[in-house]
DNA sequence: CTGTATCCTACAAGATACTG
DNA sequence: CAGTATCTTGTAGGATACAG
């Protein structure tokens, strides 16, 4: 039976994570427990372009991860927050960063920096 | 507190799965439960190329997620699977999956083919 | 403040041919 | 059989400038 293209559903959850900021901005999100403006992704996130962190913001709202609030007052404002299916995502995130440190922290006991 | 480049365990084992075939792959060998042969990898992902067939298993190999063994015998063999640290993965793999069949599938009912 | 719009580069992935 | 070696292409990500 050949490989089906994109039926498994971690496939699909593993590339909806595969961003270059996606789980910097999750755990912002996450830590700060609360919804996050803009600016305050982009002062956290030094290196990143406005152009990147956009395109980010938006593929983890289009996967049901974070959701965007626009209030359009006379200072424009934004506000990311996780949502309830993207925070549940924390206890499956837990038991990887368990796996990381458990099987690559390890690893590099023996090497120098 | 500016973002730490790939301090993170989480942005490391996510990119270690991210490739296109990874997760393919990793079923196979998961489902097989036995070493399995190059040809057998090829065969069961009729559209893989030889060069990324062999780029995802070499990047799988050095994350310490599969093992490679090579038989040199009159008729050369290379059996690949899973280390007891790639088989452990399955237990967040698993989380996903589930993760994934609530927050996605469930999403698509509406949609037609 | 919160974005678009362009342009550019690097790299992942594919097609195809060749090899010990 | 199990790979390399080349060449090509698509896309993610970055730099920079402009805009409502």
Chains 1, 2 share one sequence.
Not at 14 to 38: E, F
Not at 77 to 101: C, H, K, N, P
Request: hydrophobic residues 30%; charged residues 25%.
């Amino acid at each position: 039976m050949p490989v089906q293209l994109n039926e498994c559903p971690v496939e699909v959850v593993i590339s909806s994570l595969s961003g270059r900021w996606k789980i910097p901005i999750y755990r912002y999100l996450y830590k700060n427990d609360q919804p996050v403006r803009y600016s305050a992704l982009q002062r956290h996130l030094p290196s990143i372009s406005k152009k990147v962190l956009t395109e980010q913001l938006r593929e983890l709202e289009r996967d049901s991860i974070i959701e965007r609030k626009s209030y359009p007052e006379p200072r424009p404002r934004v506000e990311y927050a996780l949502t309830s299916a993207g925070r549940s995502m924390i206890e499956f995130l837990d038991q990887i960063s368990e796996w990381g440190v458990k099987h690559i922290l390890s690893k590099q006991e023996t090497q120098q920096s």
